[in-house]
């Protein structure tokens, strides 16, 4: 009996560093803890309602991750977006993700494809709505879909680890001033260009996707000096 209360409370508090993790995660994600903002283990503990164990354990991760900066003696802060980072996570999805799409362009499930319609029918209600997190999910669902569809879900995950501040300065672009239109509509050719099978104009068109956020990086940045270093 003894055993398994031990194990219960481990499973527990996995759950609940879980919890803090991912909750204080989004919060980074969709800027509602902008870049530069101090937090301290005790108010995210006290604000999520969970002790202080497990959100020290998600701080170590999401430090991990490149999204908090914890300095000695001076605190956590939600770290700013480097753009050399950003550049980096940038060029390595690109050359991959040029290559998965013309791996779909040859051979990709039915139910694969069901699954990418489907998602680009989501993106459209999105339209309007102002929901900014919301498609930035369903264009990160559509990328994960991809890569499953070739058998490379690992190579997403990994790559996932090296985009956190490529995905910041998309999810700013899109929460302040993106044409979503253009983003639904470059989804929508790749999905018919692997339809069409036709991997050259897929992956040149992927290229294109993935470099939007380079065009207009300057930009943010002189509009929000203070989200970067």
């Known amino acids: 009996m003894e055993d398994f209360f031990v194990i219960n409370k481990e499973a527990h508090r996995g759950s609940t560093r879980d919890y ?5 995660k989004m919060k980074i994600l969709n800027l509602e803890l902008e870049p530069g903002t101090k937090i301290s283990e005790k108010e995210i503990a006290d604000e999520f309602n969970v002790s ?9 991760k999401l430090a991990q991750e490149e999204l ?17 980072y ?5 060029f390595i999805r690109e050359k991959i993700e040029k290559e998965i799409v013309m791996l779909a362009c040859k051979e990709f499930p039915d139910d694969y494809l069901f699954r990418l319609e489907t998602n ?24 994960r879909i991809l890569f499953s569809g ?3 879900a690992r190579t997403w995950k990994m790559l996932q680890l090296l985009n956190s501040h490529f995905n910041r300065l998309r999810l700013l672009r899109l929460s ?3 044409n979503w239109e253009s983003i639904i509509s470059q989804h929508k050719k790749i999905y018919k260009l692997i339809i069409e099978k036709n991997p050259e104009e ?15 990086k300057e930009m943010l940045k002189e509009k929000y000096p203070h989200y970067f270093i």
């Open 86 to 90: 950003v550049e980096e996570g940038r």
């Open 68 to 84: 908090l900066d914890i300095i000695p003696q001076s605190g956590t802060i939600v770290s700013r977006i480097n753009l050399d």
């Open 120 to 143: 680009l029918a989501l993106q459209e209600l999105c339209i309007g709505k102002n929901n900014f997190y919301q498609l930035y999910e369903l264009d990160e669902e559509f990328h």
């Open 20 to 24: 803090s993790y991912k909750k204080l």
């Open 52 to 60: 202080r164990t497990p959100v020290r354990e998600a701080f170590m």
């Open 202 to 216: 897929a992956s040149q068109m992927m290229e294109r996707h993935l470099q939007m956020a380079v065009f207009e």
């Open 176 to 178: 302040k001033d993106s």
């Open 150 to 152: 070739v058998g490379k």
